[in-house]
């Protein structure tokens, strides 16, 4: 009665390899094509061999976007993936009314990125609550430059990332910490381990794959950041177009009728080598380490 | 190993044929295919831009008067929503699907005119020179390419807005508004000095037009290239840059794009803004408290216009239906009935009499719409179409930092030429 037609296998994944074919694979190979070009939105474009990349050699607002997206990174790669398991060791408790604070964690991952980003633009502007606050209060004489300074606005959009960010990862914490057993924090207690050398000796351990995992989904999007700079700048990039992220200045050049296709496509192919990059290191250091 | 990496080869090859690599370009060979004095009949297409709801009514109006001229035409009315209207466009344009009639402002019609997707006008119908205003069909003219690319539809223009009750606070008369760069920065120093810093009167950074109002020549004459990095336009942005370091000027005008002036002077904090002829009139309604205290005078130098048009696609298969339509939507009597519905100013020779817009009723609100309206006659558009949005984004990043003193003003002015230049011919 059972049949073996070779074509089976084939069948089932058909639909999940049409979809990747179509909406991942050939964008991606036409996104490298258009890279070698000088494409427009309209009528086409030429061959430039290495143009768009060597131009890039010569791009301040690149250089700007990269330091920007490496520092994103460098600070919220470390932030994101130890705050987030110490929350989830503390919410792990059984206290009466932990639950709030559950939910109280969670609630900015469910905001709109969008909405979120708006409000502290209010908070943060010149006239905002915070220098509003801090000048009634005496501790300011002039409002801070949040959102009108380089560096002051990249350090704001990544606490708001980092801000939104935390209820997430601690949720992936928190499923991960009820794998760690009981057994091991009970044994290391009777030998006399307090709080904290359990934390570093039975928490992290058990825990290593799970920030491994919650590093790289980090630092991808740490690189690919954009909603955070974009609404906080007001769709400027920081004064002087120096808060851009790299997908931000893909957006730049890539939009409208008179798009640079060519240039945004080969922007792109930069985001994504830097994007693998930490994602192959992440993933060469968890293989070393099993 | 070898087969495998054939195979490799092939799949990639194939896969980049499937892809279209996106060289292709817009199909630029169609040529129309009816006369444009025939007979108006049979169906034709007009998108508009963002005009549903709101008027709803009044172009369903016009449409359904056209069909009663024409009896035998039907309209089919599109309309896009405001945001995404140049990527619509775009992928109308490239598909082939351009509706015969459609709303393009001047930059947007470009592309399009070098890629021979739209009709020239005047050569289909030559009476359009005659019948519109030259500055309207000046938006349409392109350097390099002959002709006319699309019926101008309605014009703009900005109007100074004063706030006289602040003016008059800090000690100055909103009636002797100031009508140069100089002037302006004089008054913002008095409003400074007597608010103790609270109350700003400028609040927004140069632009290509405030270049182009110091006579500094934007392009140069065959639009390919750009020239502003002259010695008198980094004479202006020192002029800015002076300004913002004694603080005459909130801080976030250096990341706040055109729309925060208009903000700040909504809430009361800066006592100047520039907005079109009706500004009074819809802040009756949106801000009450303010539309009282608001006086308006004639924008500095030059007032920029702001034009939008009706363009006909090459391709139409109905051509005289599309001509009698732009013509028919872009006729004086529709355009002043449409202007009697929102703050804009007919484009056709025949309005320039007319006594709504000539003639003030007395009021501050009144008064804007006759300077604009006298306005448009010296109105030209200030800013070259050929400046994109990625060019305009650069520049006034480059204006933010000679602003805020991170580089020199001509440095500033040589980098942004240099990245306008590339990205035009690039």
Known sequence: MTHKRWFTPWLLIAPAAVWLVVFNALPAINTVILSFTNAKPLGGGQFIGLGNYTRMLDDQQLVDALINSIVYMLICLPLLTLLPLLLAVLVEKKLRGIAFFRIAFYTPVIASAVVVALIWGWLLDDRGLINGMAERLGFLSGPLPFLTDRWLLLFSAISLTVWKGLGYYMIIYMSALGNVSRELHEAAAVDGAGPVRRFFSVTVPGVRNTMLLISVLISVFALRVFSELYILSNGTGGPGGRDMSLVMLIQLYGQGLTGHLGYASALSVLLFAVTVGPMLFLARLNRKES | ?426
């Open chain 2, 1 to 426: 190993m070898r087969i495998h990496g054939i195979k490799l080869v092939a799949a990639v090859a194939g896969l980049a044929a499937l892809a279209g690599c996106g060289l292709g370009g817009a199909d630029t060979s169609s040529t129309p295919t009816a006369n444009a004095t025939g007979a108006v009949t049979g169906k034709v297409s007009l998108q508009t831009w963002a005009l549903k709801p709101k008027f709803t009514d009044y172009v369903q109006g016009v449409i359904d008067s056209f069909e009663k001229k024409y009896p035998g035409a039907q309209v089919e009315w599109l309309d896009q929503p405001g945001d995404g209207y140049a990527e619509k466009v775009l992928s109308q344009a490239s598909g082939g699907s351009l509706p015969d009639v459609t709303n393009l402002p001047p930059d947007f019609a470009l592309p399009l005119v070098k890629q021979g997707l739209l009709l020239d006008v005047a050569k289909a119908d030559p009476k359009v020179t005659e019948e519109y205003v030259a500055g309207g069909l000046d938006g349409y003219k392109y350097a390099g390419y002959d002709g006319v690319y699309g019926y101008p539809w309605y014009l703009n223009t900005d109007v100074n807005y004063w706030n006289s009750e602040l003016l008059s606070k800090y000690g100055l008369d909103a009636k002797t508004p100031p009508t140069t760069l100089d002037e302006l920065i004089a008054q913002a120093k008095t409003v400074k000095d007597k608010s103790g810093g609270k109350v700003y009167l400028m609040s927004r950074k140069p632009t290509l037009i405030d270049l182009t109002n110091a006579g500094v020549p934007i392009m140069a004459a065959d639009g390919k290239s750009f020239t502003f990095n002259t010695p008198e336009a980094a004479a202006v942005l020192d002029k800015y840059r002076d300004a913002f370091k004694d603080k005459l000027m909130p801080r976030d005008v250096l990341t706040t794009k055109y729309a925060g002036n208009a903000q700040l002077f909504n809430s009361q904090t800066v006592a100047w803004t520039t907005a079109g002829g009706n500004y009074i009139t819809s802040l009756t309604t949106d801000n009450p408290t303010l539309a009282p205290k608001v006086l308006p005078s004639q924008a500095f130098g030059t007032p920029p216009l702001y034009v939008q048009g009706l363009s006909v696609s090459k391709s139409t298969k109905n051509l005289p239906a599309a001509i009698a339509l732009a013509r028919w939507v872009t006729s004086a009597e529709n355009q002043a009935a449409f202007a009697h519905l929102v703050n804009i100013f007919p484009s056709t020779k025949a309005s320039a009499s007319d006594p709504f817009f000539s003639k003030s009723d007395g009021t501050p609100s009144g008064d804007a719409k006759v300077i604009a309206f006298n306005s448009l006659a010296q109105a030209k558009i200030l800013q070259p179409v050929q400046v994109t949005q990625a060019m305009a984004d650069f520049v006034d990043q480059q204006f933010a930092l000679a602003i805020n003193g991170d580089e020199p003003s001509q440095k500033a002015l040589d980098d942004a030429v240099a990245k306008c230049n590339q990205l035009l011919n690039g």
